[in-house]
Nanobody, 121 residues
Framework: QVQLVESGGGLVQAGGSLRLSCAASGPFSYATGWFRQAPGKEREFVAGISRLSSNTNYADSVKGRFSISRDDVKNTVYLQMNSLKPEDTAIYYC????????????????WGQGTQVTVSS
């Protein structure tokens, strides 16, 4: 059973930056994705990174602003978020699944509890 713990969320002004962390209970056996869910909306894909190489995938809404990376020594995946907008406000979840290119939540098996990101205008 993989356990994932997110951290790094908080309140930031528009245009600011945050770095989210997703710590896994052991070495990565799967690809890792970041998702987010705003109130009243469905959970949506944000970014994904492959298990072995550093192939990445991003939602169009965050391309050029967000960057996903992985530290295999620390068993941690990061999501660097720059130029944040109020519409980025959501609970951010990390998850593990077979393919980093998959964007459906149903393609991911293990999930963290989420971390709140609030961007004020």
């Amino acid at each position: 059973q993989v356990q994932l713990v997110e951290s790094g969320g908080g309140l930031v002004q528009a245009g600011g930056s945050l770095r989210l962390s997703c710590a896994a209970s052991g070495p990565f056996s799967y690809a890792t994705g970041w998702f987010r869910q705003a109130p009243g909306k469905e959970r949506e894909f944000v970014a994904g990174i492959s298990r072995l190489s550093s192939n990445t995938n991003y939602a169009d809404s965050v391309k050029g602003r967000f960057s996903i990376s992985r530290d295999d020594v620390k068993n941690t995946v990061y999501l660097q978020m720059n130029s944040l907008k109020p519409e980025d406000t959501a609970i951010y979840y990390c998850a593990q699944g077979l393919y980093y290119s998959r964007t459906s939540p149903g393609d991911y098996v293990y999930w963290g509890q989420g971390t709140q990101v609030t961007v004020s205008s």
